[in-house]
């Protein structure tokens, strides 16, 4: 069994920036993929990013290219996630998910474990 509790979340302006960790339990961490997933009121669960076990590979969807990074501490157990410009439209509820293997090409990214989400408002 796996635990995966994020944090960071919060109220921010136009054009600021937040960082949420997601603290994994178990020894395992390290070996398997993660990522990042976001749920707006009224819309379903998106791709947000992935990143393979050891860090090295990424991807992203189109809308926060160049904006957030994904990264992980597998030493600590914890996945972040930092995000920059923030814009009124990624306004959602922020999940880590980890992945039962170490494909973290979005489409073929299976999550078989996932946090209780935390809250990004961006608002001015």
């Known amino acids: 069994q796996v635990q995966l509790v994020e944090s960071g979340g919060g109220l921010v302006q136009p054009g600021g920036s937040l960082r949420l960790s997601c603290a994994a339990s178990g020894r395992t961490f390290g070996a398997y993929a993660m990522g990042w997933f976001r749920q707006a009121p009224g819309k379903e669960r998106e791709f947000v990013a992935t990143i393979s076990w050891n860090g090295i590979g990424t991807y992203y969807t189109d809308s926060v290219k160049g904006r957030f990074t994904i990264s992980r501490d597998n030493a600590k157990n914890t996945l972040y996630l930092q995000m920059n410009s923030l814009k009124p439209e990624d306004t959602a509820l922020y999940y880590c998910?980890?992945?039962?293997?170490?494909?973290?090409?979005?489409?073929?990214?299976?999550?078989?474990?996932w946090g209780q989400g935390t809250q990004v408002t961006v608002s001015s």
């Open positions: 998910a980890k992945g039962a293997n170490n494909v973290y090409r979005p489409a073929l990214f299976e999550p078989d474990f």
